[in-house]
């Protein structure tokens, strides 16, 4: 009886519900690129190589990028996480298991950017690159780059919506509490 009911569940998960996790997995591929390009990458403060490459982030939170190259300025990018669409259509069908699952794993959320390339600076006299350090976004930044995100089509209206007040609820906002947008 047990095995079948797990049975069953899954087929439920995989045919109803599209489950996240078994259509795009909990790692998503950014692709990473400069001009010039040959900058060192780190991703979370770890080495991931030379632009251009493509670097496997972990869907369920956001990444700090830094793109380092001897004589220009560092520059840093943040690839965001946000609920992604295809979990309505999970809870809709049916497949709140699924949708358990993906919330869990964290494969309800799609990065964006997907693709990430930025304009180096020349280095400045008397810039250091031991004096940039990596800086980690304030709420408000994460709500303005979401907004553009939007803006720019990368992300739905109801992606920023539920991604919005997912972010308001984590930091305790009055705003966040009965926000639906």
Aim: proline share 2%.
């Amino acid at each position: 009886m047990y095995r079948a009911s797990i049975l069953l569940l899954s087929g439920v998960c995989i045919l109803s519900s599209g489950c996240a996790s078994i259509i795009h997995g909990t790692t998503q591929e950014i692709s990473l690129s400069s001009n010039p390009s040959g900058a060192k990458v780190q991703a979370d403060g770890n080495q991931v190589g030379e632009t251009p490459t493509k670097v496997t982030l972990k869907r369920k939170t956001d990444h700090v990028l830094v793109f380092n190259k001897e004589g220009y300025e560092q520059e840093q990018r943040t690839v965001m996480h946000v609920i992604s669409g295809a979990v309505y259509g999970n809870i809709a069908a049916g497949g709140l298991i699924g949708w358990g699952v993906d919330a869990a794993t964290g494969a309800q959320y799609k990065l964006v950017p997907e693709t990430v390339n930025v304009e180096l600076q020349p280095a400045k006299a008397g810039y250091s690159e031991t004096k940039a350090q990596t800086i980690q976004m304030s709420t408000e930044d994460k709500l303005k780059e979401l907004e553009k995100l939007m803006k720019d089509g990368q992300i739905t209206k109801e992606e920023y919506d539920v991604t919005k007040k997912t972010l308001l609820k984590a930091t305790g906002s009055e705003e966040g509490k009965g926000a639906s947008s």
